[in-house]
C-alpha cells in the first residue's frame, strides 16, 4: 500500500519533517517514491512552517494512497490557508 507520510530530519531537539510518499513497508526514514512538501514544527520568525503541493496529494489520494492521520490534518490547515 502507498502512503502519505512524514519523514524525520533535522537534529536533537529540532524536529524538521518531509511529507513523502511511500510504501508503507519502507521504513519510517526510508526510501520514499516523491517528496511532497514539508512540515517545520519549531519555525520562528519569517521562516516558513509548511509547505505542501496540494496538487500532487491530490493525485496520489485519487490513485489509492492513504493520507497518515498527521498528513490529514496538515493537509487540512494547508488546504484553509490556500482557501483563504
Request: glycine share 8%.
Amino acid at each position: 500500500m502507498v502512503v502519505i507520510r512524514l519523514s524525520r530530519g533535522g537534529s536533537k531537539k529540532r524536529p524538521f519533517h518531509n511529507i513523502v510518499v511511500a510504501n508503507s513497508q519502507n521504513r519510517r526514514d526510508g526510501r520514499f517514491i516523491e517528496r511532497l512538501g514539508f512540515y517545520n514544527p519549531v519555525a520562528s520568525g519569517q521562516a516558513e512552517t509548511l509547505r505542501i503541493a496540494l496538487d500532487r496529494v491530490n493525485y496520489w489520494v485519487s490513485v489509492g494512497a492513504q493520507l497518515s492521520p498527521a498528513c490529514a490534518r496538515l493537509v487540512g490547515e494547508a488546504k484553509k490557508t490556500a482557501t483563504a
